[in-house]
């Protein structure tokens, strides 16, 4: 057992660095497979890992192995280790499962690249930090697998780097998110000092046992690796480099919102819930910047063209959830929707990828439609995937997971009525937004013509995404609606179980709601983008529009804020003394180098004349003493 949750990371990475050394001499064909063939063997061993920790359960709430010992000066001791339980199980599944599918989609959409070798390392590294973020045992080494799904999506989204822009949305990805880092590991210092180890297991226990609640250790700390969670899972106010992060080819945007990147701060927030337990204010914190991040995500998405951008501000709204859950305390509930979202959205983003690639690279969905009758393949598994990010009632899995949310959102202790109606509003924009997609994209005239049709390689992950959409919620009734929850009954052997306040079960009520909104935002969304399109014109080239196109202008405040004061300060500080000194002592050593080099010109005088008056010297030096 511990032997093969070893395997599940090591692969990819030992792939990683078969690519990387050898993959100058490996055919495309061969470089895919292993890449793709890693992720796959990974995933085998992570359902097989799966099984029998399930079968353990409730006698054996984790396994624990330790490969060997990382560190170990004075007092800081910190282990190549790995800690497998139910919440770290969930990740994985996740990151193999639907990773493996990416890597195989990859194979096809990225067939005629000329970076195909160098796309699937650096896919393979990415996917092997994560596993080792969310297995880790101690919070330094999971610190590593944070800072390698930092590197790796700096190296994807810019990877097509010939063309300026991606490049500049690689560095706007990487710098926004060291910000958040930078807070993260003044966080984890705290906590080593306070307790002398980077166990998380210990530093939880020793923080409920040492830390009053709302201590302010415990508030500084938790804000702390809020800051971080805010920057990898992009929200507010650190949201603003996802949308840019599309600069990367299709198969990258689906790895980074689906399995990896952009879901590390969940996991975070989850994996050290006892500090935020401890620190009320932090997490009250938390679920207002869910609450605000879906609200205006979800405003920015309705007004973009571009098909990727929607995907990402839907993203930076469907992680909003996932925050606001856990800031009430719904652990359970917020881990749920990831993996629920891990699906649909993962589906969405590859689909999306099929249309941008078969119409040469057009990302404005103004510029499509049409596509249902000449992709139907695509059209359908698009359509599902909208129709559970849009939480369909009953018939899709998004509806379970997002239920539960704006459920706990209103009845749980720390939840209300405020954070449950932001929720509701959230989910209205959702319908609205993904079936303005749908009927503006594949509906109505075509505008840009197919070129060719995608292989199976593409088709055949979406099938699968597409079913698992439908089908993954139902391991997780409401309980209004039944009794069977296999995915609480295995997260809260982890996580804590939500305090509930005393009020009636009106739980079917909410459901009913929930379904009512997400229907009148699908039906409004035929009505003005289908069928009556001229009722929406004049919002179209409103001001308004423009604003939410500009996903709020955050990109500009921060532009006058920060951009441009640092920019005229380096201008200034361009000709400082110290970049004088720099300067006089290169221009020094370059006429040191052009002096001495008389004496290797290939010049017999020279050299001899050179022998000379070093002898002179020499002498000179003798017969003064």
Same mark, same amino acid.
């Given at each position: 057992m511990t032997n093969l949750i070893v395997l599940i990371p090591a692969l990819p990475l030992l792939?990683?660095? *078969?690519?990387?050394? $050898?993959?100058?001499?490996?055919?495309?064909?061969?470089?895919?497979? *292993?890449?793709?063939?890693s992720i796959g063997v990974a995933a085998l061993l992570t359902i097989i890992v799966g099984i029998s920790f399930i079968k353990s359960l409730p006698e054996t709430k984790s396994y624990s192995v330790v490969i060997w010992q990382w560190l170990h000066v004075g007092n800081l001791t910190a282990?190549?280790?790995?800690?497998?339980?139910?919440?770290?199980?969930?990740?994985?599944?996740?990151?193999? $499962?639907?990773?493996?599918?990416?890597h195989i989609y990859s194979i096809g959409f990225m067939a005629n690249d000329e970076g195909f070798t160098r796309f699937f390392a650096y896919m393979n590294l990415f996917v092997s930090s994560m596993l080792i973020l969310v297995l880790a045992d101690n919070i330094l080494l999971m610190y590593l697998g944070w800072e390698g799904v930092g590197l790796c999506s700096y190296l994807l989204i810019g990877f097509l780097y010939k063309e300026p822009a991606n490049g500049a949305a690689a560095r706007k990805a990487f710098i926004i998110t060291r910000i958040g880092d930078t807070a993260m590991i003044i966080g984890i210092f705290i906590l080593f000092l306070s307790f002398g180890t980077f166990n998380i297991q210990d530093i939880m226990h020793l923080a409920s046992a040492k830390w009053a609640i709302g201590s302010s250790l415990a508030v500084i700390t938790a804000?702390?690796?809020?800051?971080?969670?805010?920057?990898? =899972?992009?929200?507010?106010?650190?949201?603003?480099?996802?949308?840019?992060?599309?600069?990367?080819?299709?198969?990258?945007?689906?790895?980074?919102?689906?399995a990896t990147m952009v879901t590390a701060g969940v996991y975070l927030i989850a994996r050290t819930?006892?500090?935020?337990?401890?620190?009320?204010?932090?997490?009250?914190?938390?679920?207002?910047?869910?609450?605000?991040?879906?609200?205006?995500?979800?405003?920015?998405?309705?007004?973009?063209?571009?098909?990727?951008?929607?995907?990402?501000?839907?993203?930076? /709204?469907?992680i909003g959830y996932m925050f606001l859950a856990l800031g009430v305390g719904a652990y359970s509930a917020a881990i749920f929707h990831f993996m629920i979202h891990a699906f649909f959205k993962a589906l969405l983003f590859l689909a999306a990828g099929v249309v941008i690639l078969v119409l040469n690279e057009e990302h404005d969905i103004f510029k499509m439609g049409g596509l249902r009758k000449r992709m139907p393949v695509v059209?359908?598994?698009?359509?599902?995937?909208?129709?559970?990010? =849009?939480?369909?009632?009953? *018939?899709?899995?998004?509806?379970? /997971?997002?239920?539960?949310?704006?459920?706990?959102?209103?009845?749980?202790?720390?939840?209300?009525?405020?954070?449950?109606?932001?929720?509701?509003?959230?989910?209205?924009?959702?319908?609205?937004?993904s079936?303005?997609?749908?009927?503006?994209?594949?509906?109505?005239?075509?505008?840009?013509?197919?070129?060719?049709?995608?292989?199976?390689?593409?088709?055949?992950?979406?099938?699968?995404?597409?079913?698992? /959409?439908?089908?993954?919620?139902?391991?997780?009734?409401?309980t209004s609606m039944g009794n069977f929850h296999l995915f609480s009954n295995l997260v809260n052997n982890t996580l804590p179980n939500i305090a509930i306040k005393n009020v009636e079960q009106l739980e079917w009520l909410f459901q009913l709601i929930s379904a009512l909104i997400a229907s009148i935002g699908i039906y409004l969304a035929y009505r003005f983008y289908f069928k009556k399109p001229a009722y929406i014109e004049a919002f179209n080239h409103s001001r308004l529009n423009h604003f939410f196109e500009k996903g709020f202008g955050f990109d500009k405040v921060y532009d006058v804020l920060f951009v441009k004061p640092i920019v005229w300060l380096a201008e200034?500080?361009?000709?400082? *003394?110290?970049?004088?000194?720099?300067?006089?002592?290169?221009?020094?050593?370059?006429?040191?180098?052009?002096?001495?080099?008389?004496?290797?010109?290939?010049?017999?005088?020279?050299?001899?004349?050179?022998?000379?008056?070093?002898?002179?010297?020499?002498?000179?030096l003798m017969l003064t003493k």
């Amino acid at each position: 057992m511990t032997n093969l949750i070893v395997l599940i990371p090591a692969l990819p990475l030992l792939s990683f660095l *078969i690519l990387v050394l $050898f993959g100058g001499k490996l055919s495309r064909k061969v470089a895919g497979w *292993i890449g793709a063939g890693s992720i796959g063997v990974a995933a085998l061993l992570t359902i097989i890992v799966g099984i029998s920790f399930i079968k353990s359960l409730p006698e054996t709430k984790s396994y624990s192995v330790v490969i060997w010992q990382w560190l170990h000066v004075g007092n800081l001791t910190a282990n190549i280790a790995f800690r497998l339980d139910s919440l770290s199980l969930v990740f994985i599944f996740v990151i193999t $499962f639907v990773g493996f599918l990416i890597h195989i989609y990859s194979i096809g959409f990225m067939a005629n690249d000329e970076g195909f070798t160098r796309f699937f390392a650096y896919m393979n590294l990415f996917v092997s930090s994560m596993l080792i973020l969310v297995l880790a045992d101690n919070i330094l080494l999971m610190y590593l697998g944070w800072e390698g799904v930092g590197l790796c999506s700096y190296l994807l989204i810019g990877f097509l780097y010939k063309e300026p822009a991606n490049g500049a949305a690689a560095r706007k990805a990487f710098i926004i998110t060291r910000i958040g880092d930078t807070a993260m590991i003044i966080g984890i210092f705290i906590l080593f000092l306070s307790f002398g180890t980077f166990n998380i297991q210990d530093i939880m226990h020793l923080a409920s046992a040492k830390w009053a609640i709302g201590s302010s250790l415990a508030v500084i700390t938790a804000a702390l690796l809020l800051g971080g969670a805010l920057g990898k =899972s992009a929200q507010l106010p650190l949201q603003t480099w996802l949308p840019d992060a599309m600069a990367g080819p299709s198969p990258v945007s689906a790895l980074i919102h689906a399995a990896t990147m952009v879901t590390a701060g969940v996991y975070l927030i989850a994996r050290t819930n006892v500090l935020f337990s401890l620190a009320p204010i932090v997490q009250t914190i938390i679920a207002i910047i869910g609450a605000l991040t879906l609200l205006i995500a979800g405003f920015s998405a309705l007004a973009q063209h571009d098909l990727k951008r929607i995907l990402a501000y839907s993203t930076i /709204s469907q992680i909003g959830y996932m925050f606001l859950a856990l800031g009430v305390g719904a652990y359970s509930a917020a881990i749920f929707h990831f993996m629920i979202h891990a699906f649909f959205k993962a589906l969405l983003f590859l689909a999306a990828g099929v249309v941008i690639l078969v119409l040469n690279e057009e990302h404005d969905i103004f510029k499509m439609g049409g596509l249902r009758k000449r992709m139907p393949v695509v059209f359908w598994t698009f359509l599902i995937g909208s129709a559970s990010l =849009s939480a369909l009632p009953l *018939i899709t899995a998004d509806f379970y /997971s997002k239920d539960a949310i704006l459920w706990f959102a209103f009845s749980s202790n720390s939840g209300g009525m405020v954070l449950w109606f932001a929720g509701i509003i959230g989910a209205f924009l959702t319908a609205l937004y993904s079936f303005r997609m749908i009927f503006i994209t594949f509906f109505g005239e075509a505008k840009t013509e197919p070129t060719f049709n995608a292989g199976k390689l593409m088709t055949v992950p979406l099938i699968i995404l597409a079913t698992l /959409s439908v089908i993954g919620g139902f391991i997780e009734l409401p309980t209004s609606m039944g009794n069977f929850h296999l995915f609480s009954n295995l997260v809260n052997n982890t996580l804590p179980n939500i305090a509930i306040k005393n009020v009636e079960q009106l739980e079917w009520l909410f459901q009913l709601i929930s379904a009512l909104i997400a229907s009148i935002g699908i039906y409004l969304a035929y009505r003005f983008y289908f069928k009556k399109p001229a009722y929406i014109e004049a919002f179209n080239h409103s001001r308004l529009n423009h604003f939410f196109e500009k996903g709020f202008g955050f990109d500009k405040v921060y532009d006058v804020l920060f951009v441009k004061p640092i920019v005229w300060l380096a201008e200034i500080d361009k000709k400082d *003394i110290f970049d004088q000194l720099n300067i006089s002592i290169s221009r020094l050593a370059i006429w040191g180098n052009h002096f001495l080099s008389i004496a290797q010109n290939g010049k017999l005088r020279w050299y001899l004349l050179s022998f000379a008056i070093g002898i002179a010297f020499i002498l000179t030096l003798m017969l003064t003493k």
